[in-house]
């Protein structure tokens, strides 16, 4: 089942970005949103995945049936594109331990052996580490910088350092058979990029991308200054809102325009996770500092609709979401793809300019929802006012019959 894994680690505090395609997994991401567990629809195809790179401490997949071989390595080159240094990829299932499964999988002995030496040939190319294989389970480890590894391209010819691309490029990029380099380094036992806090002290600890001086216009002091912020914002929210503030009555929260992720983090202490978007056309992209502080998220246009099914999500969150689109796509696209994936009863906080919200109040009471609008936390003067809405749960009418 998708997410199981996920589910398995949220009781953990680890929390786990599961994906899987719709057609060989009809509805297992519904399924997974529905018991509360983050899940996209999501393949591993010719474009690269709606993820930065250095995102995610191990990745996993359990017979999952992709060609992790084929093509140059491709797909496996894609996920040391996502995974941090250091961090672990895990495959399970087919062809691991194929000397015990192989008349079961209706394949020779011979094609099973030769898939995984494949396997094996890529991960080493990579300068990945085997670490373990007991019973069905096969672990690597990407490693922490790139020293050794640009020394033995003389070794392993293929696959070349990628040049040019930007490694956190990933909306509508093809993949590359090329290995994504690491951050400088100045020694063989230095973290590339910068070592990462544990949890859960990484939440608020400054992330290594700040404090290099790789996000442009955040400083340390924007940071520490966005976590302040968000203290305050989320009590007012929940002054605004008291369903909020009951554990339990919302479980999967979308923010739209996630910035830093401070929304996310100030929602740490309940039981709830959030899927933080990165809008494509904000003019900073801040994922990879997201995913620095042990948050999840993805890349998208809301001029498209999110890969994801109707009525997932509890409760969306939208800071500046419908300025930001002004003039890109249309205002009432947007709000129909907000409504597709709100569950019924479910709350939206608008954040934006008043005239903004003035229209949203007129397009939203056209899909039958309640919304009442607020002063910003910063007083009446304040040109941005919040639009608090709630889904109402209705069904057409019955087809008049024919007398």
């Known amino acids: 089942m998708v997410a199981s894994l996920g589910a398995y680690l949220l009781s953990r505090d680890i929390l786990t970005m599961s994906f899987a395609p719709k057609d060989t997994h009809e509805a297992q991401v519904q399924f997974a949103l529905e018991r509360g567990v983050p899940a996209m629809i999501g393949v591993l195809a010719s474009k690269r995945l709606p993820y930065p790179s250095r995102a995610f401490d191990m990745a996993h997949c359990s017979r999952c049936l992709i060609p992790w071989g084929q093509y140059d390595g491709l797909y496996l080159i894609e996920v040391d594109r996502l995974l941090r240094p250091g961090g672990y990829w895990v495959l399970s299932g087919p062809p691991i331990n194929w000397q015990s499964h192989w008349q079961g999988w209706a394949r020779t002995k011979e094609d099973l052996e030769s898939e995984q030496t494949t396997i094996e040939s890529v991960a080493k190319s990579l300068c990945w580490k085997k670490i373990k294989q007991k019973g069905d389970i096969a672990i690597w480890q990407k490693p922490t910088n790139h020293i050794h590894c640009k020394k033995i391209r003389r070794v392993f010819k293929n696959p070349n350092f990628c040049n040019a691309q930007d490694p956190d490029n990933a909306w509508y990029t093809e993949m590359e058979t090329c290995l994504t380099p690491l951050p400088e380094v100045s020694n ?216």
Not at 193 to 206: D, S, V
Not at 242 to 267: C, H, I, S, T, V
Not at 314 to 319: C, E, N, S
Request: proline fraction near 5%; include cysteine.
């Open 188 to 403: 063989i036992s230095e973290t590339a990029g910068g070592q990462l806090a544990r949890w859960p002290e990484r939440l608020t600890a400054i992330p290594p991308r700040i404090s290099s001086g790789s996000v442009e216009g955040v400083t340390a002091e924007i940071f520490q200054q966005d976590i302040e912020t968000w203290k305050k914002r989320i009590s007012y929210y929940k002054s605004l809102n008291n369903e909020l503030a009951q554990p339990g009555r919302y479980r999967n929260f979308l923010d739209m325009n996630a910035y830093l992720g401070g929304f996310a983090a100030a929602l740490v202490e309940d039981p709830v996770w959030v899927m933080n978007v990165m809008p494509v056309e904000a003019k900073v992209n801040t994922l990879g500092v997201i995913y620095e502080r042990g948050l999840i998220g993805i890349y998208h246009s809301w001029c498209e609709a999110m890969s994801t099914y109707p009525r997932t999500y509890d409760f969306i969150h939208a800071d500046s979401v419908l300025s930001l689109y002004d003039g890109r796509c249309e205002m009432q696209d947007i709000l129909l793809e907000m409504d597709r994936v709100l569950r019924p009863e479910g709350c939206v906080i608008f954040v934006d300019d008043v005239d903004v919200l003035v229209k949203v109040k007129n397009n939203i009471d056209g899909l039958r929802w309640d919304s009442r609008l607020f002063d910003h936390e910063k007083g009446p003067l304040h040109r941005e006012k919040l639009l608090v809405a709630v889904k109402q749960y209705w069904t057409a009418p019955a087809p008049a019959q024919a007398s």
